[in-house]
């Protein structure tokens, strides 16, 4: 039997899993989770995960959160570690190695997720071999698409989240100018992630001046992650600031989602991932969403046709990485 190994590399975990090909495709073996800041580096998770082990990978892909050319070595963003995929063949004697950037690995996923790991924002008209876009906010906002090859679907990174952000009320046009002021260059990252979030909180109590309850400010300034405590402060009395910090995010994130959707004319759909969308339902107003992602002027009637989902599983990186390290084990193992 044949066996391969695939990893969703972040920020701050590791998930590694081992997977055996079937004559109906794969099915998983085993998984762990390692906690970054055990190890010296990559390498050390990866023999940690296969010690000990009765099956022995013959190929392997890892996601990982960065930029990453095609066969090249990749210096992790966070953590500085250096993924080099042919050090990793011939340490682990693996006949390939992938590595993939972390949204190329959701895009590549899109294709196979089931549709109980869907939330439908809008059902629009699917064209089978339309282009494909992702977009999703976690601790930076990352963007990826697909293009139909004549056989399948072929996923290609991007670096969108860095295009300039692009004012479209008065409240917005502040938000830039405040931003402006502290990076220079304010990009769609700077308002639509995780760290992005802080940045409206901040321009809404400090540059616009909005009072918010001492409770509040306490609750905030002890958080680890202040997307739970906003999202419970905006449904409490007193909680305007947050209640608006969560609709700027999402109305910013709308915008944005409706320009990759007409930059790549996405037909097949638009689809939002990322680990702080699923928590921020509570909050999420979907009609909302799609009136100012289909405010587009001439285009609103083009937008309005496309499909909008939101991926509700936290496994849709490690599931486009399997399947990309399947794929190269049936480069190397034909029969397979």
């Not at 066969?71 to 590595?99: H, K, S």
């Not at 409770?215 to 409490?236: H, I, K, N, R, S």
Request: charged share 15%; aromatic share 8%; proline share 5%.
């Amino acid at each position: 039997m044949a066996y391969f190994l695939a990893g969703d590399l972040g920020g701050t975990k590791t998930i590694l899993a081992m997977y055996a090909a079937t004559d109906d495709g794969y099915v998983l073996l085993r998984e762990q989770r390692f906690a970054n800041s055990a190890y010296g580096d990559f390498s050390e998770i990866v023999a940690a995960f296969l010690h000990g082990s009765e099956q022995h990978p013959q190929a392997a892909a890892f996601g990982v959160a960065g930029p990453v050319v095609s066969g090249q070595r990749v210096r992790m963003t966070n953590l500085g570690w250096l993924i080099d995929p042919e050090l990793l063949r011939e340490q682990f004697r693996l006949a390939e190695v992938i590595v993939l950037n972390d949204l190329v690995a959701v895009a590549e996923a899109v294709t196979i997720l089931p549709p109980e790991d869907l939330l439908v924002i809008n059902g629009g008209t699917v064209d089978p071999h339309g282009s494909v876009a992702v977009l999703a906010p976690g601790t930076g906002l990352g963007e990826a698409y697909l293009c139909w090859n004549g056989a399948g679907y072929t996923a290609h990174p991007s670096e969108g989240g860095h295009v300039d952000f692009a004012p479209t009320s008065e409240m917005e046009e502040g938000l830039l100018s405040f931003l402006r002021a502290e990076h220079g260059h304010v990009s769609y990252e700077l308002i639509c992630s995780g760290k992005g979030m802080p940045n409206i909180y901040r321009y809404l109590t400090q540059g616009a001046g909005m009072q918010v309850p001492r409770d509040f400010q306490e609750a905030l300034a002890g958080a680890a992650d202040m997307t739970p405590v906003l999202v419970a402060q905006a449904q409490e009395k007193g909680g305007e600031a947050a209640r608006l910090t969560l609709e700027i995010f999402f109305a910013v994130l709308a915008a944005e989602a409706g320009n990759m959707a007409l930059k790549f004319l996405c037909s097949g759909g638009l689809y939002l991932g990322g680990g702080m969308l699923p928590r921020l339902l509570p909050v999420f107003d979907q009609l909302q969403f799609m009136k100012r992602f289909t405010g587009k002027g001439r285009m609103a009637g083009i937008l309005s046709s496309i499909p909008v989902k939101l991926i509700m599983t936290d496994r849709a990186a490690l599931n486009g990485v399997a399947l990309s390290a399947f794929r190269a084990l049936r480069k190397h193992n034909p029969h397979r």
